[in-house]
């Protein structure tokens, strides 16, 4: 029994295998209208220009239109389309497809390696917002590709009209001034909202703390109890920290972007650097903070008028001291609360899948 199931589990993996192999058209002509997007003559057009194209310079421009991706993606499917058919020339890399899936209504400009320098991803976004999607929206499915294509073709051949079409990509990417102003005071703003809860944060916390090793050297609070104090209050300033690094690591790295437009933040070299993560220094800085400095302040300020004794509690704690600086809640802390009506509401089982909005064209 066990062995028949391997069997037909064997006989499904290679009918599978099959059909998948058999799914991307062998392209025999540089113009394949598989989904009827052309009439005759306009395929016939298309043919004669990028024909006559590659005669001249041996660069591939291949068009496919197909009635859907089936269960591919659009990328996935114009890359083994490309692959399987080999388009463009040995050793030059120099094909280039389009891909127009009619019912899927995507579609795609898949660029060989050899012309990717010239037929950049920018460009070939360009093209397709600005020149062939325009034109598909209205239907006319040979005007976006002979247009697509005539733009790819000048792009080729012209280093010029490279330079004057990058330098339109840049342009319509720049910023305008006065909407960086508003962003730079929106931003200034929301950050130095941050900054401030996280400072305020870390000035109770580390208060606390200062007032916790006070107690201690003072006897009024037990060194039983002091390490479970201690963890409330370190965590309390490691709680603030984020509100205050965060905004400083996002301030830092914009205005690295703007100083620079070649910067870019990597942050595996600085996991690579071993220095980077040094977990002596690391414990060396931490006591600094949660012990030295607050040990220290707390010593010297342990009477506002003259210096208390030193002396240590090993059980008893002082209870005036403790709810003072210690208890989060103060008088109302043992208060508790009850509904007297006699409804309760709890959920039925159901489960979100993430959903909201989307759209598409």
Excluded at 57 to 86: D, R
Excluded at 186 to 214: D, E, H, M, W
Excluded at 275 to 299: D, E, H, R
Excluded at 332 to 341: G, N
Aim: glycine letters at 8%; charged letters at 20%; hydrophobic letters at 45%.
């Amino acid at each position: 029994m066990i062995k028949l199931k391997l069997i037909f589990f064997f006989l499904v993996i290679c009918i599978q295998n099959s059909n998948a192999q058999v799914k991307y058209p062998i392209l025999t002509e540089i113009v394949t209208d598989n989904a009827a997007l052309f009439r005759e003559s306009e395929t016939l057009e298309l043919r004669q220009k990028l024909t006559a194209y590659e005669t001249e310079t041996s660069h591939q421009i291949v068009v496919l239109t197909i009635n859907n991706l089936g269960n591919n993606t659009v990328e996935g499917y114009a890359y083994h389309v490309f692959n399987t058919n080999k388009l463009g020339q040995k050793n030059k890399d120099n094909g280039l497809l389009i891909l127009i899936s009619k019912t899927d209504r995507k579609f795609r400009i898949e660029v060989g390696k050899g012309l990717e320098p010239i037929i950049t991803d920018a460009f070939a976004s360009r093209i397709i917002s600005k020149i062939m999607r325009p034109k598909f929206k209205e239907g006319l499915f040979y005007e976006g590709v002979d247009l697509g294509t005539s733009e790819i073709i000048k792009l080729i051949n012209d280093p010029k009209y490279r330079d004057e079409f990058a330098q339109v990509i840049e342009d319509e990417g720049k910023i305008p001034l006065w909407v960086k102003i508003l962003l730079g005071l929106f931003l200034t703003l929301f950050l130095g909202i941050f900054i401030g809860v996280g400072s305020a944060l870390f000035y109770s916390g580390f208060k606390r703390l200062i007032n916790l090793f006070r107690g201690l050297i003072t006897g009024k609070v037990s060194v039983l109890m002091f390490p479970v104090y201690m963890i409330h209050s370190v965590l309390a300033i490691v709680f603030s920290l984020p509100f205050i690094i965060m905004p400083l690591f996002f301030a830092g790295l914009m205005i690295g972007s703007q100083m620079d437009s070649d910067f870019q933040f990597d942050p595996f070299k600085y996991v690579d650097n071993a220095s980077f993560i040094n977990i002596t220094n690391a414990v060396a800085f931490a006591a600094l903070i949660f012990v030295v400095i607050p040990l220290g302040i707390a010593y010297f300020t342990r009477s506002k008028t003259r210096y208390q004794p030193i002396k240590f509690s090993l059980l008893k704690s002082n209870k005036a001291f403790i709810s003072k600086n210690f208890s989060s809640s103060g008088t109302s802390s043992s208060r508790s609360y009850s509904s007297s009506s006699s409804s309760s509401f709890s959920g039925g089982g159901g489960s979100s899948g993430g959903g909201g909005a989307s759209g598409s064209w």
